[in-house]
């Protein structure tokens, strides 16, 4: 099983529609985790931590589930500008960062 | 300049050069990280270093040399690289090491060996 894992996509969605994706992961002592977007051939950007209560910022909105190893990230209204690679990282303890290989979303006009 | 920089941008190299990957941050951070990105895989970490001091090497083959002289700075000796070294290789900072730092990138060297 690998430590980190998301659905790959490609999500296609219009313009103002909502969006979830789930990110899962192995490890149930992980410590922190994040949600990056990285657009093409650039680098990754940090979007938002994930806190234990959730927490929202805007149009997006993570998620923590512990129980069931999973982290979620909405995003609201979806703009064309939301069009992304969506990243999800996660801390297995120490400096011991782990990526998902990203989930891929476009905005359709 | 501001955030976190890197030179070159592209680099191509034969399997007998040597080469040198440059990192500097200005964000005034103690923690600095390499990272490689292969295409259709996840970022795999490989070297964290904090304060100057490596903490971590991610079982990394040794034609890789990692190199911190001080907090800003970091850089990523590459010799006798093979062709599925290519990859596009990220620097990233954050305030200190450990779980909840939230780490900043720059915008990578993408590396092709001939």
């Known amino acids: 099983r690998k430590e980190v894992e998301q659905d790959p996509g490609p999500f296609n969605v219009p313009e103002g529609a909502t969006v979830a994706f789930n990110c899962t992961y192995s490890?149930?002592?992980?410590?922190?985790f994040f949600w990056y977007r990285q657009d093409c051939r650039k680098e990754p950007k940090l979007l938002m931590s994930v806190y234990s209560s959730g927490n929202e910022d805007g149009r997006f909105t993570a998620q923590l589930n512990r129980a069931s190893q999973y982290i979620s990230l909405l995003i609201r209204d979806s703009k064309l500008s939301d069009s992304a690679t969506y990243l999800c990282v996660v801390n297995m303890g120490g400096n011991q960062f782990y990526f998902g290989t990203g989930t891929s979303l476009t905005v359709i006009p | 300049e501001t955030g976190v920089t890197q030179t070159p941008r592209h680099l191509v190299m034969g399997m007998t050069n040597k080469k040198s990957l440059k990192c500097e941050q200005h964000l005034g951070h103690n923690a600095m990280y390499w990272y490689k990105q292969s295409a259709k895989k996840p970022l795999e970490l490989m070297f964290v270093y904090n304060f100057k001091e490596q903490t971590e090497n991610n079982s990394v083959p040794s034609r890789f040399s990692p190199e911190c002289p001080n907090s800003s700075h970091l850089f990523l000796h590459l010799h006798t690289l093979q062709p599925e070294d290519s990859a596009l290789y990220l620097c990233?900072?954050?305030?200190?090491?450990?779980?909840?730092?939230?780490?900043?990138f720059g915008p990578g060297t993408r590396l092709t060996v001939l």
């Open positions: 490890n149930s002592a992980s410590q922190s």
């Open positions: 990233a900072s954050s305030q200190h090491a450990g779980a909840y730092n939230e780490q900043f």
